[in-house]
């Protein structure tokens, strides 16, 4: 006799089983919305696994949603090829709630350093998955673009492996096994060194380097009694920081603790910071730049032929040139207690407000250094304007006299190169009024 199949047990129905008692799934609207939180949890915030489908919160109406298909795994492709080529998501990773919020609300942002292949990946992260090309479509795009790319360059000279030389292989032997001849027509293995010369050549390596150094010692070292001489005893050694050139930096530490060196005279005086803006004088501007001192009192490096146009009401002075713009700010806001630029820049700074408002934005380089006594905050930051246009742009804020000095050049996303030039001649080169 065939055997039965074992009846299903009674009692309540799982809220994930099939509606018609087929496939498994969710049998609520609540249990739907269970499993959409634990997916977030799971999953996280990965652009490629969260398509618009997938990512729609489960309304009161609820009804059984399409299966996840293959239009979910095309939206998976496009978000990889964009990250590969832009090198950053699409959308901003930094929550998964906002990243499941904005795949609904928002599209993507603009594919713009992908080229040829810009088309295809705003085409795979359309919001509508029926919106987006099938498997047979995408295939015969790219099939025409790889058809339609340039060959690449010919002529160049092919570089070929010698042949190996079987008297230079080197012989096999099993571990433990010595040589202690040579086969007639082909040079034998080296004897290898024992304990003792290598106890010895390393001997003499060391006896060689004591030598030098004693060598050395008596030839360019300073005498006791020269040394005598320049510091009588019970007196430290006085700095001789101001006979240097007023472009060296000073040696901090070199002055040695409790030296008594008499008041009023040039040594007992603390070198002049020679580090930093508004320390000493500005470098020569380099080729295709000036020097600008600006009625405001300050001084700066920018390109030739830049119009400069009055300070606003918020204290900028703006420096400009087609989509390129240099932002000087002298000294608009106070330091309040101790100072800290990284902080203003991140949460203060009234230059950064377009980065902070934006809803597509990404960060690098940031970093805080002190050069001297000064602090500085340093970074690159890339947002979308009103205009729907990618700006990058790089910052730099210092905390001198009291007070924070802000300087920022953007530009467009493609043109990185030029801001980042422009950037390093403004900062080196800045001088605050006195």
């Not at 025409?144 to 690449?152: D, H, I, K, Q, T």
């Not at 905390?399 to 403004?426: C, W």
Request: hydrophobic share 30%; aromatic share 6%; glycine share 12%.
């Amino acid at each position: 006799m065939g055997r039965r199949a074992s009846p299903r047990p009674a009692g309540p129905r799982s809220a994930w089983d099939g509606v018609d008692g087929g496939q498994r799934g969710p049998g609520s609207g609540l249990a739907a919305e269970r499993a959409r939180q634990t997916r977030m949890a799971v999953v996280g915030a990965v652009t490629e696994r969260w398509a618009p489908e997938q990512a729609r919160p489960v309304q009161g109406n609820w009804q059984l949603a399409a299966p996840v298909g293959p239009s979910t795994d095309l939206w998976a492709l496009g978000a990889l090829l964009y990250r590969a080529v832009q090198g950053h998501a699409p959308y901003p990773e930094d929550s998964t709630a906002e990243l499941v919020e904005m795949v609904c609300a928002e599209p993507p942002a603009f594919a713009e350093e992908c080229g040829p292949l810009r088309p295809v990946v705003e085409s795979l992260l359309r919001q509508d998955p029926t919106e987006r090309p099938d498997f047979e479509e995408l295939r015969g795009w790219l099939r025409s673009l790889v058809r339609s790319a340039p060959e690449p360059e010919g002529g160049a000279p092919l570089i070929t492996a010698p042949a190996p030389d079987p008297g230079r292989l080197p012989a096999v032997r099993r571990r433990g096994e010595l040589s202690h001849g040579r086969h007639r027509g082909a040079p034998g293995p080296r004897k290898p060194r024992g304990p003792k010369s290598l106890g010895r050549t390393l001997l003499l390596a060391v006896l060689l380097a004591l030598a030098g150094g004693v060598a050395y010692a008596m030839v360019f070292l300073p005498k006791a009694d020269q040394g005598a001489d320049r510091a009588p005893a019970g007196a430290a050694a006085t700095p001789r920081t101001s006979q240097t050139s007023p472009g060296s930096p000073s040696s901090p530490g070199s002055q040695q603790p409790g030296a008594n060196t008499p008041t009023g005279t040039p040594e007992s005086k603390p070198a002049p910071q020679t580090t930093g803006p508004g320390a000493s004088p500005a470098p020569s501007a380099p080729p295709g730049y000036t020097t600008a001192q600006d009625p405001e009192g300050f001084q700066v490096v920018v390109p030739n032929g830049w119009d400069r146009r009055q300070m606003n009401d918020i204290g900028q002075v703006r420096y400009t040139n087609g989509d390129y713009t240099l932002i000087v700010v002298p000294g608009r806001d106070a330091v309040e207690g101790k100072p800290d630029p990284a902080a203003y820049q991140k949460d203060k700074e009234r230059e950064l407000e377009p980065f902070r408002s934006s809803t597509w934005v990404t960060s690098k380089g940031i970093r805080t250094t002190t050069v001297g006594r000064q602090l500085i905050a340093e970074g690159q930051y890339t947002w979308i304007d009103g205009n729907g246009r990618t700006v990058y742009a790089r910052n730099y804020v210092a905390a001198l006299g009291g007070r924070y000095h802000v300087l920022m050049v953007t530009g467009p996303q493609d043109g990185e190169a030029e801001v980042s030039k422009i950037f390093e001649n403004a900062t080196g080169s800045y001088r605050p009024g006195r």
